[in-house]
């Protein structure tokens, strides 16, 4: 094939031919003759004995069945067969007599020719390569004209595919909307297509599916139907995906002729469904005409696209849907979505007080948990929208922590039963940068939900402030482009638009598993809130707005003019919705109280049930046990002696097995077993964070790496039982705000796991300092939202360095609800009371047992609290810093304090001075009293728990060392 590929190579410049010829022609003309070897110049070699082909005169006998059969004859070597078929040519004898059978039956087919084939074997090079059809030997070259129209035509498709979108009437004001003709000078720019050509037909390229089983079209016709798709209500960017396949996938569900098309019960049902979302507003606004609810006027198609989207989601095999959103629309969203009783949502207007836990929270910031029957596909649905503060977007990765503990639970590793769907503003999608961190964690193994729908709705105004001073990029979308996620901007005045964009977006979701976005552009046709004044600031808009008719309006009308639907059926549909608000409010205003329960998003059923609420248990574990765990902790792969460890860490898992020989641990095997004993007693504990797997300071190595095979790691603590529950430890990305969020969500899904972060250092959840604020400190109080996460913070003065320094422990201490002013009553449980009753739980351990204790304890506990912990950094390897198996035994348990147990404590009404102290600083000041011979003069006690304060303890001492004077 060698000779076809120089004749085509040369014929891709389209450089003129001279003549053509028959390919068996060209190929005897320039074969070497008997002759010319004869008649070589002098002191050429000559070749006498070289075999030499020549054509036979005769034509061979007729093959016989048998050599025809023959199984040989089913080779695929294009090569081989090529030269079988050169030397039949010259001598059918040379060949094999099957070769001669298999040519002469015609069952091969030669080498193109280059010029009109005549022969039932030969095929035209032209037939091969259209585009040298014109190339006829009279002409000697292609027509120019024809090649360049063609390109064009295929660039101008191409251009819609990628610049239709900026052209789109994406835009229901029409303020922002490009004039057709200016549009189409914008999109074609860079082709050239002249009147003349408008009639003439070309064959459509295979990167689009607007012909649907038509393989040309007048090219009048392709650029109406590009238009059509990529410049109407629908503007759409996926041309930067990197995947042909699904660049592929998209065209076709969008250019397919016929895509737009609803059907007449589909078209009545979402009339329904807009009459809904429009009514429930109109409702509110007539009820509490001067009351914040923060409505979904001028967005009002967000509900039947959200419906849309679960629909089609629990069709393809979703179970469960996580939702995150601002406040703008939630009510409705609860409403009309999750179909949460009307009564309770309308109490929320009555100003009540709550008859149980919490102080409650603003209507539009309240959550849900919902499990109904979904009637468009008769299949079951949990439906959950995540409470959240008035910081947009910070319920983000809250959602996707909750939809990633759905998922490893049910054993989902696929996304197919659980997925997230988050709602954004336009002002703040573009703005907050916790949306960046949020999708940045999409792709990544141990953070992935196998793809959101992300559904903005685009009032076209943040606040008071035009896009123009918001962001710098066209769109509000744009962070979308940065995971290849295609973007559907879509006119919220053209239902039917939109709701195809909803069908592409969940099928796009349960096929690719990666996030999509759904910009769906409408306005706000009141204020920020419903009695804010606009007219301020964006005068020309809000006249426009004013004027401009609801999507009721517009599709009803519609609809009418097609006859699906008459005036009064659609006046019915309204009224029954409006009856149906009515009937709920009646019965909304005779309650007396509300209930803060009602409205809490992650319920765990049966874990409060039949326990005691003021007893802890256990947290010691059996010596055994203790052994176990250190042993295949001390240890790499088993029967995997090829498995390279690097020499450092070999003698890391040395000094392990030496530590269980003297029964003593220090701070990392302390907390080994911690996680280690929960995995044995079937409960899932994750660590996460940066560079956890190692730890900020090299103590922790629960991953070892082969020194010599990419990718092959092992997992101690994941190997420790046949039977344990898994342990999972993650590398995060380098982010605070948005890896913290996901824990917390995780934490909430499951009570019965160990759920935890760690901060590189500890003064980096500062920049999580508002997941700490609006969600840790007060998610209790203001949802009802318990979660048992646990930060761990390097915190001391090591030589980092100000910055590495303090983990600001007098951040979350002014952050409890810990009265230092109150002594709550002594009683029997005082210790488990104070735990029940406070927000947070914040400690400083000094030694590993207490450390391993105050983990354990977390799972212990009959109710879940958040539990913020200062790690150290020198006493991961001081000297001192050991404790011995003892002290985690059953029996054992978390000290709040540890008091002094030396030489001053034998006398304490002869000690002058105690200190009480918390943390690393213990080991100075035990240093110093040592080196000074005050042992028996000064007592020293550490606080390990600072909140909820030991205040029983603490007088205890005062009592004990009555003589002496306390000091901090």
């Known amino acids: ?25 060209w190929l005897v003309r320039n074969s070497i003759s008997h002759s010319s070897l004869l008649g070589s110049a002098v002191g050429a070699t000559s070749c006498p004995n070289s075999p030499l082909r020549k054509f036979s005169a005769a034509a061979p006998p007729p093959p016989t069945e048998p050599a025809v059969n023959e199984s040989y004859l089913s080779g695929t070597s ?28 015609q069952a091969y087919q030669a080498p193109p020719s280059l010029g009109d084939s005549t022969r039932p074997n030969e095929v035209s090079l032209a037939s091969m390569m259209p585009g040298l059809a014109g190339m006829t030997p009279a002409a000697g070259k292609a027509d120019s004209h024809v090649i360049e129209t063609h390109l064009a035509v295929q660039g101008a498709i191409r251009s819609y595919q990628v610049r239709g979108h900026l052209a789109a009437q994406i835009d229901p004001l029409g303020l922002n909307n490009m004039d057709r003709e200016k549009a189409r000078q914008m999109i074609i720019r860079s082709v050239t297509l002249d009147d003349k050509d408008m009639d003439t037909v070309f064959q459509l390229p295979k990167t689009t599916f607007i012909g649907g089983t038509e393989k040309a079209l007048p090219l009048k016709e392709i650029i109406n139907r590009m238009e059509n798709v990529y410049c109407k209500s629908i503007g759409v960017e996926y041309m930067h995906i990197n995947n042909l396949d699904q660049i592929n996938w998209i065209r076709e569900r969008l250019e397919t002729p016929g895509a737009l098309e609803l059907d007449t019960v589909e078209k009545r049902l979402l009339l329904a469904r807009i009459s809904r979302s429009i009514g429930f507003e109109a409702f509110l606004a007539k009820k509490w005409s001067s009351e914040k609810r923060f409505g979904l006027e001028g967005v009002e198609m967000l509900i039947p696209c959200m419906k849309k989207v679960i629909d089609k989601s629990t069709e393809m095999g979703v179970e469960c ?33 709550s008859a149980d836990e919490g102080s409650g929270d603003v209507k539009y910031h309240l959550g849900t948990y919902i499990e109904r029957l979904n009637r468009a ?7 959950s929208v ?15 922590g909750k939809v990633r503990a759905e998922q490893f639970y049910r054993g989902d590793t696929e996304g197919k039963k659980a997925m997230a769907v988050l709602l954004h503003g336009d002002a703040a999608f573009a703005g907050q940068g916790v949306v960046f961190e949020t999708m940045g964690m999409s792709e ?14 685009n009032n076209q105004i943040g606040f008071t402030t035009d896009p123009r001073y918001s962001r710098s990029s066209p769109y509000c979308t744009d962070v979308g482009r940065v995971t290849n996620a295609p973007i559907f901007h879509v006119n919220a005045d053209d239902p039917e638009a939109v709701m195809l964009v909803s069908n592409i977006a969940a099928e796009w979701r349960a096929t690719w598993h990666r996030d999509v976005v759904i910009d769906l552009v409408g306005y706000r046709k009141f204020g920020h809130n419903e009695i804010d004044e606009p007219m301020f600031t964006q005068p020309i808009m809000y006249s426009i707005i004013k004027k401009h008719p609801n999507v009721l309006d517009i599709y009803s009308q519609k609809l009418i003019g097609e006859g699906i639907a008459t005036q009064e059926e659609v006046e019915a549909v309204v009224d029954k919705y409006d009856r149906i608000c009515e009937e709920a409010y009646k019965k909304a205003q005779g309650e007396t109280k509300i209930y803060n329960k009602d409205w809490l998003d992650s319920p765990w059923s049966g874990f409060f049930e039949g326990k005691d609420p003021l007893k802890v248990k256990d947290t010691g574990v059996h010596e055994e046990t203790l052994t176990h765990i250190g042993r295949r902790f001390a240890q790499g792969p088993p029967n995997a002696p090829d498995f390279k460890i690097h020499r450092s860490m070999e003698r890391i898992l040395k000094a392990r097995n030496e530590m269980v020989d003297k029964r003593q641990i220090d701070w990392a095997m302390g907390e080994a077993f911690a996680y280690g004993s929960l995995l044995k007693e079937g409960t899932h504990v994750r660590l996460s964070g940066q560079d956890v797997e190692r730890g900020t300071f090299s103590h922790r190595h629960h991953v070892l790496h082969h020194q010599t095979e990419d990718k092959s790691t092992y997992t101690p603590l994941a190997n420790l039982y046949p039977d344990q529950a898994p342990y999972s430890v993650c590398n995060s990305s380098l982010s605070e705000y948005g890896i913290l969020g996901f824990e917390l969500g995780y934490s909430m899904t499951n009570p019965n796991a160990l759920v935890m972060w760690e901060g590189q250092f500890g003064d980096f959840a500062n ?30 003065m090591e030589g980092m360095g100000p910055e590495h320094s303090s983990a600001r422990p007098e951040r979350f201490l002014q952050m409890s609800s810990d009265d230092p002013e109150y002594f709550p009553p002594e009683q029997e449980e005082f210790a488990i009371q104070q735990l029940s009753d406070i927000n947070m739980i914040v400690a400083n351990c000094s030694n590993p047992a207490n450390y391993f204790h105050i983990l354990r304890r977390q799972i212990c506990l009959p109710f879940r609290k958040p539990l913020i912990v200062m790690t150290p950094k020198s006493l991961l390897r001081h000297p001192e810093c050991k404790s011995s198996f003892d002290d985690l035994q059953p029996g054992t348990e978390f ?22 102290c918390t943390g690393k600083v213990y080991y100075d000041l035990i240093k110093e009293r040592r080196e000074k011979g005050l042992e028996d003069k000064i007592a020293i006690h550490t606080i390990e728990q600072i909140c909820p304060f030991p205040f029983d303890i603490i007088k205890q001492v005062a009592d004990t060392y009555c003589n002496a004077k306390l000091c901090w």
């Open 1 to 25: 094939m060698y000779k076809t590929r120089q004749a085509v190579n040369s014929l891709l410049p389209l450089a003129p031919l001279a003549s053509t010829e028959r390919y068996s022609t």
């Open 78 to 105: 294009g090569a081989y067969v090529e030269e079988m078929y050169e030397a039949w040519s010259y001598d059918p004898k040379s060949v094999h007599v099957s070769w001669d059978a298999y040519f002469r039956g």
């Open 321 to 353: 849907v996580v939702m995150g959103m601002p406040h703008r629309g939630r009510l409705n969203v609860l409403a009309n979505v999750c179909r949460k009783p009307l009564d309770q949502i309308l109490t929320q207007f009555s100003g009540l007080e």
């Open 377 to 383: 596909t008769n299949k079951n649905i949990r439906l």
């Open 386 to 400: 995540v409470a959240n503060p008035s910081h947009l977007e910070t319920v983000n990765p809250i959602v996707e």
């Open 444 to 457: 990544l193994p141990d953070y992935t939900t196998r793809g959101t729908i992300h559904i903005v709705a």
């Open 767 to 796: 920049t999580a300092q508002c997941i700490i604020d609006q969600c840790i400190a007060s998610g209790q109080s203001k949802w009802v939202r318990q979660s048992g996460l646990v930060m761990m913070l390097p915190h001391g």
């Open 895 to 916: 000290k709040r304090m540890i008091l002094d147990s030396g030489p001053a404590a034998s006398n304490p009404a002869e000690i002058q001075k105690v200190l009480f």
